[in-house]
């Protein structure tokens, strides 16, 4: 289990969880074996943690960073977003 934060600016556009949830999905890949992600999306950004199948901590971390910063490349709603470095719990 990993936790991740994503900040929004001022100037892009805030999405509900129901959208950040569905474009973090759609940026996993067969590797990346996602299990479950959970969100809370504030005024700044959204936080959230995904559960995975990944061998050990440091592999799960890596994989929830990778996964974030696909979604934020991906998705035209999230392009001006950013992500903090995820951390595993």
């Known amino acids: 289990m990993s936790e991740f934060i994503l900040t ?3 100037h ?3 999405v509900t969880e129901h959208v950040l949830l ?3 999905w759609q940026a996993c890949g067969p590797t990346d074996r996602v299990e ?3 969100v809370h999306v504030s005024r700044a950004g959204a936080k959230g943690v995904v559960f995975s199948l990944a061998a050990d901590p440091s592999r799960a971390r890596t994989e929830c960073q ?3 910063l696909r979604a934020l490349s991906q ?3 999230l392009r001006a977003w950013s992500a903090l470095p995820a951390r595993a719990l």
Do not use: F
């Open 66 to 68: 990778e996964l974030c």
């Open 22 to 24: 569905q474009e973090l």
């Open 75 to 77: 998705s035209p709603h």
């Open 36 to 38: 479950h992600i959970r």
């Open 12 to 14: 892009a556009p805030q």
């Open 8 to 10: 929004r600016p001022r």
